[in-house]
Every structure is written in structure tokens, then in C-alpha cells.
């Protein structure tokens, strides 16, 4: 089991200080209930991560993806053992660094990557960008550009699968800068008062943007920050992919079963700045030295070629798969067309409603 951090509803628990656990030696034991296909497939979808963000960082820079642009380098662990926790039937809300959830969560990589380009071919049809990637088949509803707009709607989204009397639940995950909003406080409220199945988790890079933990919350273990609402909440060390997924799988589904929330802090560090653009200036050199020492995708590849598990002619084969796909998924955004002008307004509301380009839709100035 992962070493975790706890705090029970109104209670405290010790730190851990946010620092990656010791990893035993023998790998073996670690990986003695796990399936080698299962530790493979976890390494193929990270590095899967790894390579299509490194290639999105690119095109960005290269003016072929536009607007804001947030990465999931250094998070893949936390991504991949996140959603491979989840259910088919459960539904996603993330923030605005929602590319690799979204591969996590089922899209293809084509269609993502074409939705980067705001190609009609992407999830969103090309109109969401970067921020938001939305697809009502996996049920990741969002990619929220607006730091906690995600919140209230994944609160909603548990009120309307309790009201249904469903066992879906609702995984929602943000940034440690959320934790400090107006609708975390309100969300968490509603959620412990009715009995919401949905498990928020705090992505904790230790900075949210340039400004660190200590200095913006009274309350720097932010696992603990649940107790207020009577939240269950626990760390995990973001880095370790298996630490992560046996963690999130054990409250996903004590949510399913109890039909309550509960309250999951990943530390992690992202590799590269806030955004692309983000040249994190505000990084001591020790900390990125850190940080690349501890790379999750490396380190879970050695692990997996010390225990035998991972061989040479395995790592370039799906090195090599990884590579095509991605590379795959450029060409396919590059050459989809952009969204005809007139599709404009055809997402913004639920029911669809007549339009022009040059008018808002529903406009009652504009009614006959």
C-alpha cells in the first residue's frame, strides 16, 4: 500500500512534507500483486504523455497551436494512476491542464492534438482550444479555463448521479491554487452536506503559477483542508504512479459505496513553467535539479527494467509505437480543416438555437 498522509473529518494528521517517498530496493516486492501487461501498459500510457506534450510544446512554439497552453510534464504518474483509477461510467472534471486526463480518459490522440490545432476534427470541434476538452462519450466534461469554474460543475454533476439514484462517481481535479476560491469552500460544503459521491483531488506542484503553498494558505497540507466539511482527505506521493492509482482507486470507490466525498492531495512537480510561455524564473536551481532527478517517467522505467519486467527490445517497441503515435496525431491535426465560421455559436448552449455570425444567439433584439 501507499505510503499516504491522512486527516479524518475534523481531525489532523502528520505531514509528509510533500517529498517523494524512499522507494524500496527490491522491486520485485513492490510489484508482486501487480500484472506485468497491467505495469507496461502504465509505462506506454506515461511516456504516451511524455512525448505528446513534449510535441504540443513545439507546435506551440513553432505558432501552430494558439491561445493559453498548459502541460502535464512531470505529472504523468499523477495522470495516468488518476485515471486508470476511474470507471468507464464515471465522469472527469478537470482544470486548464487537461491534455493528458483527456488521453487518459479515452480520447484519441489524434483528436486531441486537432483540437490544440482548432481543427473540426478535434473533441471540441476546434473551438475549445488547449483549455478545454470536453467528449460526452469517455465523460470528461471539461477543461476549465477559469481557475476552480470546475468545481460547482462537478458538485452538480454528483448531485444529479445521486438524485438519479446512479453508482457513477465524479472524480474532479484542480490545482493548488484552487484551494483557496470562494467555490472550493462552497463546493466542499454542499458536497459533505448531501452526501455527493465525488472525490476531489488537489494536484500540489507546490506553486500555483509563481506564488508557493506557504505563502497563499494558512494551511499549507492541503489534504487536510477537507476537516472544515468533515472531508476525509489523504497525500500521495503524485510521482508514483501505482502509489497514486491505489490510492485514488480505494476512494473513488469507498465514494461509490458510502455515497459521501472524500478528498485526495497528489504532490507532484511539473517539469517545465506554468504555461509554455512560463520561463519559471521564480525556480531555485536546486529545485529544477530536483525535480529532474526525480522524473516519474524515468524512474518508473528503471524500476520496471531492474524487476526484468521491462526489456530493451520492449522499451523500443513501445518507444517507437509512442513516437508514431504522436507523430501521427500531428499530421492528422495539421491536415483536418479548420470549423466553418457559421458553427460558431452551435455549442454554446444545450438546445440549439438560431444564429448569426454577427449576432448572439437568443438575443431577443433579434426575435421576430
Same mark, same amino acid.
Given at each position: *500500500?501507499?505510503?499516504?498522509?491522512?486527516?479524518?473529518?475534523?481531525?489532523?494528521?502528520?505531514?509528509?512534507?510533500?517529498?517523494?517517498?524512499?522507494?524500496?530496493?527490491?522491486t520485485?516486492?513492490?510489484?508482486?500483486?501487480?500484472?506485468?501487461?497491467?505495469?507496461?501498459?502504465?509505462?506506454?500510457? *506515461?511516456?504516451?504523455?511524455?512525448?505528446?506534450?513534449?510535441?504540443?510544446?513545439?507546435?506551440?512554439?513553432?505558432?501552430?497551436?494558439?491561445?493559453?497552453?498548459?502541460?502535464?510534464?512531470?505529472?504523468?504518474?499523477?495522470?495516468?494512476?488518476?485515471?486508470?483509477?476511474?470507471?468507464?461510467?464515471?465522469?472527469?472534471?478537470?482544470?486548464?491542464?487537461?491534455?493528458?486526463?483527456?488521453?487518459?480518459?479515452? *480520447?484519441?490522440?489524434?483528436?486531441?492534438?486537432?483540437?490544440?490545432?482548432?481543427?473540426s476534427t478535434?473533441?471540441?470541434?476546434?473551438?475549445?482550444?488547449?483549455?478545454?476538452?470536453?467528449?460526452?462519450?469517455?465523460?470528461?466534461?471539461?477543461?476549465?479555463g477559469?481557475?476552480?469554474?470546475?468545481?460547482?460543475?462537478?458538485?452538480?454533476?454528483?448531485?444529479?448521479?445521486?438524485?438519479?439514484?446512479?453508482?457513477?462517481?465524479?472524480?474532479?481535479?484542480m490545482?493548488?491554487?484552487?484551494?483557496?476560491?470562494?467555490?472550493?469552500?462552497?463546493?466542499?460544503?454542499?458536497?459533505?452536506?448531501w452526501?455527493?459521491?465525488?472525490?476531489?483531488?488537489?494536484?500540489?506542484?507546490?506553486?500555483?503559477?509563481?506564488?508557493?503553498?506557504?505563502?497563499?494558505?494558512?494551511?499549507?497540507?492541503?489534504?487536510?483542508r477537507?476537516?472544515?466539511?468533515?472531508?476525509?482527505?489523504?497525500?500521495?506521493?503524485?510521482?508514483?504512479?501505482?502509489?497514486?492509482?491505489?490510492?485514488?482507486?480505494?476512494?473513488?470507490?469507498?465514494?461509490?459505496?458510502?455515497?459521501?466525498?472524500?478528498?485526495?492531495?497528489?504532490?507532484?512537480?511539473?517539469?517545465?513553467?506554468?504555461?509554455?510561455?512560463?520561463?519559471?524564473?521564480?525556480?531555485?536551481?536546486?529545485?529544477?535539479?530536483?525535480?529532474?532527478?526525480?522524473?516519474?517517467?524515468?524512474?518508473?522505467?528503471?524500476?520496471?527494467?531492474?524487476?526484468?519486467i521491462?526489456?530493451?527490445?520492449?522499451?523500443?517497441?513501445?518507444?517507437?509505437?509512442?513516437?508514431?503515435?504522436?507523430?501521427d496525431?500531428?499530421?492528422?491535426?495539421?491536415?483536418?480543416?479548420?470549423?466553418?465560421?457559421?458553427?460558431?455559436?452551435?455549442?454554446?448552449?444545450?438546445?440549439?438555437?438560431?444564429?448569426?455570425?454577427?449576432?448572439m444567439?437568443a438575443?431577443?433584439?433579434?426575435?421576430?
Amino acid at each position: *500500500m501507499a505510503d499516504t498522509a491522512k486527516a479524518k473529518g475534523g481531525g489532523t494528521a502528520g505531514s509528509t512534507g510533500g517529498r517523494r517517498r524512499s522507494r524500496k530496493d527490491d522491486t520485485s516486492s513492490r510489484f508482486a500483486d501487480q500484472q506485468p501487461d497491467v505495469l507496461l501498459g502504465y509505462y506506454r500510457q *506515461m511516456l504516451l504523455i511524455r512525448r505528446f506534450e513534449e510535441r504540443t510544446g513545439q507546435a506551440y512554439t513553432q505558432a501552430r497551436i494558439g491561445g493559453y497552453c498548459h502541460l502535464n510534464l512531470g505529472e504523468e504518474a499523477t495522470v495516468v494512476g488518476l485515471m486508470n483509477a476511474l470507471q468507464e461510467r464515471d465522469y472527469l472534471f478537470t482544470n486548464y491542464r487537461d491534455h493528458g486526463y483527456a488521453i487518459g480518459k479515452g *480520447m484519441s490522440a489524434r483528436e486531441v492534438m486537432a483540437e490544440l490545432y482548432g481543427r473540426s476534427t478535434g473533441v471540441s470541434k476546434g473551438w475549445g482550444g488547449s483549455m478545454h476538452m470536453f467528449d460526452t462519450k469517455t465523460r470528461m466534461l471539461g477543461g476549465y479555463g477559469i481557475v476552480g469554474g470546475q468545481l460547482p460543475l462537478a458538485t452538480g454533476a454528483a448531485l444529479a448521479v445521486s438524485y438519479r439514484g446512479g453508482d457513477e462517481v465524479v472524480m474532479c481535479q484542480m490545482g493548488d491554487g484552487t484551494t483557496n476560491i470562494g467555490a472550493w469552500h462552497e463546493s466542499l460544503n454542499i458536497a459533505a452536506l448531501w452526501n455527493l459521491p465525488i472525490v476531489y483531488v488537489v494536484i500540489n506542484n507546490f506553486t500555483g503559477m509563481g506564488t508557493t503553498v506557504e505563502r497563499s494558505s494558512a494551511e499549507p497540507d492541503l489534504y487536510k483542508r477537507g476537516s472544515a466539511f468533515r472531508i476525509e482527505g489523504e497525500r500521495v506521493d503524485g510521482r508514483d504512479v501505482l502509489a497514486v492509482h491505489e490510492a485514488a482507486t480505494r476512494l473513488v470507490e469507498k465514494a461509490r459505496a458510502e455515497q459521501r466525498p472524500y478528498l485526495l492531495e497528489a504532490t507532484s512537480y511539473r517539469l517545465k513553467g506554468h504555461s509554455v510561455v512560463d520561463p519559471a524564473k521564480y525556480r531555485t536551481q536546486e529545485q529544477v535539479e530536483e525535480a529532474r532527478a526525480n522524473d516519474p517517467v524515468l524512474a518508473f522505467e528503471h524500476e520496471l527494467e531492474q524487476a526484468g519486467i521491462l526489456t530493451e527490445d520492449r522499451k523500443q517497441e513501445i518507444a517507437e509505437s509512442v513516437r508514431a503515435e504522436v507523430a501521427d496525431a500531428a499530421d492528422f491535426a495539421e491536415n483536418s480543416p479548420h470549423p466553418e465560421v457559421s458553427t460558431l455559436f452551435d455549442y454554446t448552449y444545450a438546445t440549439p438555437v438560431a444564429n448569426e455570425s454577427r449576432r448572439m444567439p437568443a438575443d431577443p433584439v433579434f426575435a421576430e
